[in-house]
């Protein structure tokens, strides 16, 4: 699917969504809906907020916080928890199934998609007698580069305490 359709088709089923719940259809939403669908990443509020103000928009925090909850609430974006960090998001409309992988020192988010997970997710499904609409699966760990980082200072206070 093509990125122009793709945001044409995410365009008109916000702006459904929008009409359906008698909402305003304001410059400023779907401005923030062409950010999100222009990414490609996971991105929290703030990072969203300081990128469009850099891009000239005029938004308001308040704005891009509403604008987000009622993405969410259509279906066009993905909320994630990861951990104990702050809310991160990402697009959803015609992605693919996918995992994450979020190191526990950098925060740093990896998406991953293994077949096998969506075998599991069928036979769990036909086995306890459940439509399983979707699933979420975060694995945590540390990322390469901290964990050379925290070998790196290891090695280095080592050094220090056998001199």
């Known amino acids: ?16 969504y929008l009409e359906n719940k008698n909402l305003r259809k304001t410059p400023e939403r779907f ?6 669908y222009s990414r490609d990443d996971h991105f929290d509020v ?7 103000k850099n891009q000239k928009y005029r938004v308001s925090r308040a704005t891009v916080y509403n604008t987000l909850e009622l993405l969410v609430s259509c279906d066009l974006v993905t909320k994630h928890q990861f ?9 959803s409309y ?20 293994d077949p096998r997970i969506q075998q599991i997710q069928s036979m ?14 975060n694995l945590y760990g540390v990322c ?3 964990a050379a980082k925290a070998a790196m200072n290891s090695q280095n206070a080592d050094i220090k305490h056998a001199s």
């Open 144 to 146: 390469f580069d901290c």
């Open 1 to 16: 699917m093509s990125t122009n359709h793709n945001s044409e088709l995410v365009r008109k089923i916000f702006e459904a």
């Open 31 to 36: 401005a923030i809906l062409e950010e999100i």
């Open 124 to 137: 769990v499904g036909e086995l306890l007698k459940f439509e399983i609409k979707h699933h979420s699966l």
């Open 46 to 52: 703030e990072t969203l907020y300081i990128h469009m």
């Open 83 to 91: 951990g104990k960090n702050m809310a991160q998001f990402e697009k």
């Open 94 to 113: 015609g992605y693919h199934q996918h995992d994450h992988i979020i190191c526990i020192d950098c925060a740093k988010v990896v998406e991953f998609c």
